[in-house]
């Protein structure tokens, strides 16, 4: 085998669409995208007074694409829009499930889409705040 075609076949092989490395290569590649679109649709937790805060950024999504679920220990949303165009059908959605550190009140929950931003708010359950327990003398 010649240089050329050894240097060739080194060349290809290193290729990150050909080749060993092909997989790895677009492996990451998704990943990156997926970090880029995870920045370009914020989600946030704050611990407030008494409960909780979420910030999600859904923009373009109208408060009938969005589906918000809170439960005691976690909430999830799932936005999905379809659009048609002259190519076909357009369909973009996004979805998040976050974990609370203390059970919430699911009925406490309330939420508002402003600007592209929904925000909810929620408050702990009265049963995870605890209690001051009085210690008497044994029975």
């Known amino acids: 085998m010649a ?3 050894l240097s060739r076949a080194m060349d290809r092989m ?3 669409w050909e080749g060993f490395f092909a997989v790895p290569t677009r492996m990451m ?3 990156r995208d997926a970090r880029q ?3 370009v649709y914020r989600s946030e937790m704050e611990s407030v007074d008494g409960g909780y ?3 999600f950024d859904v923009p373009g999504f109208a408060p009938e694409d969005l589906d918000l679920n809170v439960y005691p220990d976690h909430v999830t949303l799932k936005a999905s829009q379809s659009k048609e165009s002259k190519d076909g059908k357009v369909t973009r959605s996004i979805s998040r499930d976050m974990s609370f550190d203390s059970p919430v009140d699911a009925s406490s929950a309330e939420a508002d889409l402003t600007n592209g931003v929904l925000t909810v708010s929620v408050k ?3 049963a995870s705040q605890g209690r001051k327990v ?3 003398p044994a029975k």
């Open 29 to 31: 590649d998704s990943a």
């Open 37 to 39: 679109v995870q920045d």
């Open 14 to 16: 290193l290729t990150p």
């Open 124 to 126: 702990t359950s009265v």
């Open 53 to 55: 805060k979420l910030t």
């Open 134 to 136: 009085a210690i008497g």
């Open 3 to 5: 240089y050329n075609d």
